[in-house]
């Protein structure tokens, strides 16, 4: 967020004086409380001031990396995950191949008869698959996917970011939203959800506009 002079102004007094009162704002500036009420309202509500009832307002500490940072950290996964691609386990790689250039997506994910993580195929696996002399229509896409616990996940309750150092980490397309399931005594996992690198970049374009207003 990009300070007005004024704005930068006030927050220097607050800083140096605070806390202190509207009026006071107000007389160091030579400005009326009410000329002065929308900047303080925009410093109070961005972060860069507090303030107290029969107080005043005082300076948070706090610069515009500090804030924007907490931005990013409240954007959830859980508010931002797209519906999941699943294919059954036992599905053959033919018919993966299709289901991902249907549904216009990078990555697949597989479950077993339980309907729980079983692994994750990527374009690449596929195509990696096609080059190959075997028949598509015979092949389980079970020998070709990445398998539990090789799988990188995240969960409704992660934020953006995190989700977003896992892909770049991994080097990864997509992640899988998960949150734990039982199997048979064995902890096992229900996909909720796929986190991708244009689900990042719509919560992070949506942040750069509710700090531009």
């Known amino acids: ?25 107000a007389e160091r500036l030579s400005l009326t409380r009410a000329t002065l009420r929308p900047d303080l309202a925009i410093l109070t509500m961005a972060g860069f001031l507090d303030a107290r009832p029969r107080v005043g307002y005082f300076y948070t500490g706090k ?27 036992s599905s053959s790689v033919y018919d993966a191949i299709c289901t991902l250039f249907l549904e216009d997506v990078g990555t697949l994910f597989v479950v077993n008869g339980k309907g729980h993580l ?16 075997q028949n598509l229509e015979d ?33 990864i397309d997509s992640l899988p939203v998960v949150r ?3 199997e048979s ?16 970049t719509r919560g992070f374009v949506e942040l750069g506009n509710e700090i531009n207003v």
């Open 185 to 200: 005594g064995k902890t096992a996992y229900e996909v909720m959800g796929r986190v991708t690198k244009t689900t990042i």
């Open 180 to 182: 734990l399931a039982q």
């Open 63 to 89: 610069d515009s990396n500090q804030l924007i940072k907490e931005e990013v950290s409240r954007k959830i996964v859980k508010d931002y995950k797209a519906p999941p691609i699943i294919i059954k386990e």
């Open 118 to 133: 079983a692994g994750v195929v990527s374009r690449k696996d596929l195509l990696r698959a096609a080059l190959g002399k």
């Open 139 to 171: 092949m389980p896409v079970s020998i070709i996917m990445t398998r539990m616990p090789n799988i990188i996940t995240c969960t409704p309750e992660d934020s953006l970011l995190d989700a977003a150092k896992k892909l770049i980490d991994y080097q």
């Open 1 to 25: 967020m990009e300070l007005t002079k004024r704005q930068e102004h006030i927050v220097e007094i607050v800083k140096s004086e605070g806390p202190i009162t509207g009026e006071q704002i």
